[in-house]
């Protein structure tokens, strides 16, 4: 049938019906060509353009395909806008989407940095490297010695970044303290105590003493008392609950220094000779002006007592020394004094006035604690006469050889009070009053 047609056009003899029917092949040819190509050329268009232009220009599917189309080639769409209208450059998106705050961009070339508010300026702390580390400690350590704040050095601890080294502040107070008095020792366990789970942990706590065990050997060069003084630290922080319990456990056998294991050997001995765990206060003797003063006066006696049966001056004053109170040694004297008046014979007399000529003349004992010293018994000698009848004879021969052994002053031993009540002799002496 095909080949009928092509001779009848050659021949020219088509007739009206044969000539439709070729025509709305070549129309339906054409539209095979146009789905199956993605791109179109100009001149594709060009030529259905051409072969189109005898058709009917109304019709909607005569029209010719326009470049960059966003509608649908395929002619299945229903005319509906893409993505239900929320697509598209510019556009506010569907109808009920809700959007998050962007946050300006710093980099953005139109952001304004006064239109963000009050800006908020943060102190950063750079972190304390080894170095500095010693260097920033130490003051704050001998500044806490001064005046026992605990509240004043976890301030400021806190200003401070010591990172991963924060362990190293207990490592450094403990070292210092060593080189230094009871007292200090004392105010380090405490503030040992008070930091523990504000500023530091237990597991810091650990690792400072760890520290510490390693470095005892060159920590005995300047203290040769440094093994039993760590091992009262320890047991210490470990009544104060500032160590882990079982931080003495996880030693047991594994040390093979002679000076750690004398520290250890020593806590475990003092933790062991407490029948519960409590708090072992006394562990440094509270040195200092931190002891009540009853327990002063008691330690005052009990050295004088000794003194009397020893007669080491020596040993007396190393445990003066020892009570760190240079502002109470007037109770020393006023215990000396008294004890003279209590006493029976003339050897408490001589000894406890050799025991006053040597603190006067190497210092322990100033001009005005003596002076206060004397002057408290002066005031107390009436009350004293009543238990000890001849208290206003042997205060004045007391003063006489404390001044001729240059204890006292002139004027101190003149202020000597005496006898309340003068003797008179009988009626034939001439009424002088007898000596």
Same mark, same amino acid.
């Given at each position: ?9 050659? =021949?020219? =003899? ?50 010719? !395909? ?9 002619? #299945? ?5 893409? *993505? ?26 139109? @952001?304004?940095? +006064? /239109?963000?508010?009050?800006?908020? @300026? ?17 003051? +704050? ?56 789970? *504000?500023? $530091? ?10 520290? +510490?065990?390693?470095? &005892? !050997? ?25 160590? !882990? ?14 000076? /750690? ?5 020593? /806590?475990?001995?003092? $933790? ?6 409590v708090r072992l206060d ?10 009540? %003063? ?10 004088? #007592? ?6 080491e001056v020596k040993e ?32 408490? %007399? ?5 025991? &006053? ?19 408290? %018994? @002066? ?5 004293? =006469? ?18 001729q052994e240059s204890v ?8 000597? !009070? ?18």
């Open positions: 049938n095909y080949y009928n047609l092509m001779t009848a056009e050659v =021949n020219g =003899n088509w007739t009206p019906q044969e000539k439709a029917l070729h025509e709305a092949r070549l129309k339906a040819k054409a539209k095979r060509r146009v789905r199956k190509s993605s791109s179109r050329s100009e001149s594709l268009s060009e030529s259905l353009s051409g072969e189109l232009a005898d058709g009917d220009s109304h019709s909607p599917k005569g029209k010719v !395909p326009v470049p960059n189309d966003r509608k649908s080639r395929t002619g #299945k769409g229903r005319g509906l806008p893409k *993505k239900g209208g929320a697509g598209g450059k510019g556009v506010w998106g569907a109808a009920g989407m809700v959007y998050e705050v962007e946050e300006p961009d710093v980099k953005d070339p139109n @952001y304004d940095e +006064i /239109a963000q508010g009050d800006t908020v @300026y943060a102190t950063v702390v750079p972190e304390l490297d080894e170095g500095e580390l010693e260097k920033t400690v130490n003051p +704050i350590v001998q500044e806490y010695f001064e005046h026992g704040d605990t509240k004043e050095v976890q301030m400021l601890l806190r200003e401070l970044n010591l990172g991963h080294h924060k362990y190293e502040f207990s490592s450094l107070a403990v070292s210092l303290s060593l080189e230094g008095k009871a007292s200090h020792r004392e105010l380090t366990s405490r503030l040992l105590r008070d930091l523990v789970g *504000k500023e $530091l942990s237990e597991s810091d706590m650990a690792r400072a003493f760890d520290k +510490i065990l390693k470095e &005892l !050997p060159d920590l005995m060069l300047d203290t040769p008392e440094a093994p039993q003084m760590l091992g009262q630290f320890i047991a210490r922080a470990i009544a104060d609950h500032a160590l !882990p319990m079982a931080f003495l456990d996880r030693y047991k056998g594994k040390v093979d220094c002679d000076h /750690a294991r004398a520290a250890l050997d020593r /806590a475990a001995v003092l $933790l062991s000779m407490k029948r519960e765990m006394n562990v440094w003797g509270v040195g200092g002006g931190l002891r009540p %003063v009853k327990h002063l006066v008691k330690e005052m006696n009990l050295l004088l #007592k000794e003194y009397l049966v020893s007669g007396a004053e190393r445990c003066l020394r020892d009570l760190e109170v240079p502002h109470f040694h007037h109770e020393l004297v006023y215990e000396a004094v008294v004890m003279v008046l209590e006493s029976k014979g003339d050897t408490a %007399v001589k000894m406890m006035c050799k025991l &006053l000529q040597a603190f006067w003349k190497i210092g322990l004992v100033t001009v005005d604690q003596m002076n206060r010293g004397f002057q408290r %018994v @002066y005031d107390e000698l009436p009350e004293i =006469n009543l238990d000890v009848p001849h208290a206003h004879s042997i205060m004045e021969s007391f003063t006489d050889l404390c001044y006292i002053t002139k004027q101190l031993r003149d202020s000597c !009070p005496s006898r309340g009540r003068k003797r008179f002799v009988s009626e034939g002496d001439g009424g002088l009053i007898k000596n």
